[in-house]
């Protein structure tokens, strides 16, 4: 298990009534829930870097992206 640290953060109240909430209807503490949830961000944060970095990685993505957004397209015409 990796080793935890204690941290002091200011919260908006009501985002802590939501994350509170939200841990609760997922049957996890309000830590467990705000870890997950930074890890989540800051993979994201990573992964959004890495993607920036390397143009071809960008345009791999777009065309992904377009190729979904055009067999959507089909599916919802009734066309694929």
Do not use: C, D, F, Y
Request: glycine content about 4%; proline content about 1%.
């Amino acid at each position: 298990m990796e080793r935890t640290k204690k941290i002091t953060l200011s919260v908006e109240e009501t985002v802590v009534e939501q994350a509170r909430a939200a841990a609760e209807r997922e049957g996890l503490s309000l830590s467990a829930w705000v870890t997950r949830t930074m890890r989540r961000e800051a993979l994201a944060a990573e992964s959004a870097a890495v993607i920036a970095a390397e143009p071809r990685m960008r345009e791999l993505i777009g065309e992904h992206l377009a190729a979904n957004r055009r067999a959507l397209s089909r599916a919802l015409e009734g066309t694929a």
